[in-house]
């Protein structure tokens, strides 16, 4: 059974390029959000195995909606990314309940598997 995913990004361009390249290594998009909010409401109703995050949204910021997402009864894993690289930011995902970080150029499903338990 694939690896299911909930992908949290507010340009449809990614969203849409990370969804043909996951579905192409075998994960199984679920879903898509535009905003934090979205985002935490897509992860209740559809329970994802992964939640692809990014770190800045128009609402809020990934850490947060990481932290609300992490805070529900058996969570999915969540997987922040940004575009922009910074060695603080995975030991800042995973502080507020994330897996960890991949920036958006080094995205791959080895490399949200790498993540996974």
Sequence with gaps: MATTVLIVDDHSAF???AK???EAEGF????????????VDAAKRLAPDVVL???QLPDTTGFDVAEAISAEAAPPAVVIT????NDDYDD?????GARGF???AELSGAAIEELLP
């Design 15 to 17: 969203r849409s390029r």
């Design 20 to 22: 043909r390249m996951l």
């Design 28 to 39: 199984e998009v679920v879903g898509e959000a535009a905003d934090g909010a979205s985002g």
């Design 53 to 55: 995050l990014d770190l």
């Design 82 to 85: 940004s575009t922009r690289e």
């Design 92 to 96: 800042r995902a995973r502080r507020c």
């Design 102 to 104: 991949v920036s958006k």
